[in-house]
């Protein structure tokens, strides 16, 4: 079973899932509307050390901050 | 029932899908297209007839779902939830359909009539997927069509069916089955919302009750009245809606995976163009180099690619404000056409081309995508700075106008984001506060202009960002919300559409021009050309032995010149009488070419005198022409010296007072009424020399003019936006306050210490 980690933390260019998202419940329904549902597959693009993320989730490109970042919880597929 | 023949169809989908795009190519507007989230701020209605049906369409903003989040959100969720169009039309972007079809799930839900625009096929088909239309229409028991909306592809297939459905009746049998434990629920919500009549009418039950699981603030808000509002939170607290919520949203994902695998077959995703541009411009270390090189190079172009086009228009209303002047009779006519419609107006338009080309620019940075990037690119350095990463677009935007920009801000969900980016946004130099630069740079700076005006705008970022913080540590604390935001592929645009956006933008300050500015040219003049005695006229007359004339002008003759307070001149001449002034010392009886005279300075002698002076005559009297009634006089003269008491520490003379009053309605109008009042008008080169003619102004002071103009005030047409998009009269006031306030203090500490250091 692959360790489970923040987004922020996840490496570079490896198929990630998400497993969970770990903020209020406003916030997580939007995350999920955008598509970020539980067994979504994204892939971290671009990781700016310790600023935003741009993520690939299906064919979308999301920019996604370092606080958000953090609360998209995901494994490795 | 009768077939309809007026039917209202609502566009709505996820942002970046082609809703404007499709809007255009129904209605045939030219409305733009931008390539970033929060293009369609508010909703836009076009009128079109199809096969004799009467059509309204409404272009919505951009969501990804009916709860709402932001402004422009609200927006679309309340136009379809509250207005009902007969069918909505959804947009779903064909090379991202998973995510697309989640809105759809809540259309079909609130039992709206819809049809399916299944956009952009060709981007999907290029990539190898395979969509079947049949198949999917028939799962969704939704109409699909296939449009290609940039090209107006399939167009009128889709309105034919939209026409189609708007004679159904509305229908609820396509739902989403949430599993036992939740159906019961929802059973249980609706028995008790069913006793509610008044609501019935409005929406379907299982949506209402589905929408109180989901904590939804608007249905919250429309049962606070309702009979069984009691009844129906006592369930509620029963239940785990958190946990309900969490199901039912898998639920719609499980209903969109078990469609989708049917009919789609995807083709291969590798690394797109869109990606590989991306690893360049949002690299770690090239990110933020680029986009410094990006704008500089705009800023560049907007200055040196414009100096050609300036010179021609200069010199079409220098021709025009001469022809005037001296063609046009009577003589106030004349000056009306010549220095205030000709001089006002025309002046402003000199730098048309530098407006044009700086939304060139911007248009060709938002239409490619890059725009959104530059929010990524520079996401951390605005949190840092106390702003939210969403708000580099409305701040990068505001150097076009401050008033788009400040609508974009509809895009940032939290409200106190959104606050301060609307707050600090009139400090971003506009493209109308371009020209004042540039005409008062141009006339004090010579060769360092560029570098001055380049300074002028950097100091507006700094001021905003400092204002950021200022308000993040007092009247707003907090730290920016995270934010999420879509990043649209690279597009290149079409230089057609490219210059079609430009003109859009740009033509509102021609528009500006013809009409507000028109206006308070005339305005502007009258005050300049009038005071309580009527039309100050240039004369040309005798005076008569022993006459005291004031004025401003040329005199010949013999008598006793006393420079007016403010005034200066110069004499040549023979000097009748030993004087010592601050030019030196001249002898009586000799003849002097030139001889400088500065403010209360007397001189007697025989000869011309040229400038603003109290002229007594000798025994022979003499001639004189020019204004006896000086500009000094007018209407004008009394606006600008009611607030010398207020600006004088800042430098300030009364024109330029004048000239900021009225530059409120709009800042180009600054230059304009400097323009007016520095008498020339028309001839950019000839205002600058009766600048720097006006001993008051120096460098130093043309320098706190322009950061004055930078700060004071949020235009006229400003004001009423910021006061619509904060809905607060205490934010307006505060923002109109706070600039006015800070413009003072900071011009203050400039012109006196630069005063101090002797300057």
Redesign the interface.
């Known amino acids: 079973m692959a360790p489970v980690m923040p987004l922020q933390m996840a490496p570079e260019g490896k198929e990630l899932r998400v497993t969970s998202i770990n903020a209020g ?2 916030l ?8 970020f ?2 067994r979504a597959l994204v892939k971290v ?2 990781s ?5 993320l ?1 993520v ?13 970042a ?2 998209i919880m995901v494994d490795v597929a | 029932m009768g077939a309809k023949n007026h039917i209202t169809v609502a566009l709505a989908g996820n942002p970046n899908a082609g809703k404007t795009s499709l809007f255009n190519a129904i209605t045939g507007s030219r409305q733009h297209v931008g390539n970033w989230p929060g293009v369609t701020v508010e909703k836009k209605v076009g009128k079109y007839t199809h096969k004799g049906i009467e059509i309204e369409v409404v272009d919505l903003p951009g969501t ?2 009916l ?1 709402a ?1 932001s402004i422009d959100e609200i927006v679309a969720r309340d136009y379809i939830v509250e207005e009902r169009p007969d069918v909505v039309v959804h947009i779903v972007d064909a ?2 359909l ?2 697309n079809l ?2 759809t799930t809540q259309l079909m839900e609130l039992g709206t009539r819809v049809v399916i625009a299944l956009n952009m096929v060709d981007i999907a088909e290029k990539r190898g997927d395979v969509i079947d239309i049949e198949k999917m229409a028939g799962f969704l028991e939704i109409p699909v069509v296939r449009t290609i909306a940039n090209i107006g592809y399939g167009v009128t297939t889709l309105m034919d069916e939209v026409v189609k459905e708007a004679q159904k009746p509305e229908h609820h049998e396509h739902e989403i089955g949430y599993g036992k434990e939740i159906e019961k629920a929802l059973v249980k919500l609706e028995s008790i919302i069913k006793r509610d009549t008044h609501l019935v009418g409005i929406y379907p039950l299982r949506w209402i009750a589905v929408k109180l699981i ?2 939804d603030e608007n249905i919250k808000e429309r049962i606070e009245f309702s009979p069984v509002r009691e009844e129906i939170e006592e369930f509620l607290a029963e239940i785990d809606t ?1 946990d309900f ?2 199901r039912m ?2 639920k719609r ?1 499980e209903a969109i995976n078990a469609v989708l695998p049917q009919v789609l077959k995807k083709g291969e ?1 590798g690394m797109t163009t ?2 590989m541009i ?2 360049v411009l ?3 270390y090239l ?1 933020i180099p680029i986009f410094l090189i990006l704008m500089w190079g705009a800023f560049e172009l907007t200055f040196t690619f414009a100096t050609p086009f300036m010179d021609i228009i200069d010199l079409v209303f220098g021709h025009l404000s001469g022809w005037a002047n001296e063609n046009i009779e009577p003589a106030w006519l004349g000056s009306l056409i010549g220095d205030g419609i000709f001089g006002g107006v025309g002046f402003v338009l000199i730098f048309l081309p530098n407006i044009f080309i700086l939304f060139l620019m911007l248009s060709f940075l938002e239409d490619s995508g890059y725009m ?2 530059a ?2 690119i520079m ?2 350095l605005m ?1 840092n700075l106390g702003l939210h ?1 969403k708000s580099f677009i409305p701040l990068l935007m505001g150097f076009g106008c401050n008033i788009p920009a400040i609508m974009a801000t509809r895009t940032i969900e939290d409200e106190k984001d959104r606050l301060i980016t609307i707050l600090v946004n009139p400090f971003i130099s506009c493209g109308a506060r371009l020209p004042v630069y540039l005409l008062l740079a141009g006339a004090f700076f010579g060769g360092q202009a560029a570098t001055v005006i380049f300074f002028i705008y950097i100091f507006g970022i700094v001021v905003a960002v400092g204002s950021a913080k200022l308000f993040r540590s007092t009247i707003l604390p907090g ?1 920016p ?7 649209p ?1 690279y597009r290149l645009p079409t230089l057609r559409t490219t210059v079609i956006h430009m003109w859009e933008r740009g033509s509102m300050y021609l528009r500006k021009a013809g009409t507000i500015i028109f206006v308070f040219a005339i305005v502007i003049w009258s005050l300049s050309a009038f005071n309580g005695d009527g039309y100050i006229e240039e004369t040309e007359k005798d005076i008569d032995e022993g006459e005291l004339l004031v004025g401003d002008g040329a005199f010949e003759g013999k008598g006793r010149f006393t420079v007016l307070e403010d005034g200066e001149g110069t004499f040549t001449g023979t000097v009748l009488e030993t004087v010592e002034l601050k030019s030196g010392t001249y002898e009586k009886d000799r003849y002097y070419e030139g001889i400088e005279l500065m403010e209360e300075e007397e001189l007697h002698g025989d000869g011309t005198f040229e400038g603003e002076c109290e002229f007594l005559s000798d025994e022979d009297g003499g001639r004189y022409i020019g204004e006896d009634f000086t500009v000094e006089e007018s209407f004008a003269a009394d606006i600008g010296h009611g607030f010398g008491p207020i600006t004088s520490p800042l430098g300030f003379t009364w024109k330029m007072n004048t000239a900021l009053v009225f530059g409120f309605v709009a800042k180009e109008v600054v230059v304009g009424s400097l323009g007016v009042l520095y008498g020339v008008g028309e001839d950019e080169d000839r205002v600058s020399d009766s600048m720097e003619d006006d001993k008051d102004f120096s460098p130093l002071v043309a320098f706190c003019l322009m950061l004055f103009t930078l700060l004071y005030l949020p235009c006229l047409a400003t004001v009423p936006v910021i006061y619509k998009e904060t809905g607060s009269v205490k934010w307006t006031g505060f923002s109109v306050g706070y600039g006015l306030v800070l413009a003072w203090l900071l011009a203050f500490v400039v012109y006196q210490v630069g005063s101090l250091m002797g300057y």
Do not use: C, W
């Open positions: 419940r406003g997580t329904r939007r995350l999920i509307e955008m598509g549902n539980e693009l671009n700016h050390g310790r600023g935003a741009i690939q989730l299906n064919d979308a490109r999301f920019a996604i901050s370092r606080g958000m953090m609360k | 990804y779902s709860t989040y090379s991202n998973e995510r989640y809105l989901e904590d958190i919520e969490a949203a898998d994902y995703v869109s990606d991306d690893r949002t690299n770690k990110g959104a990037r929010a990524f996401d951390k949190y990463g730290k919300a995270p934010f999420i935001m879509e990043l592929p």
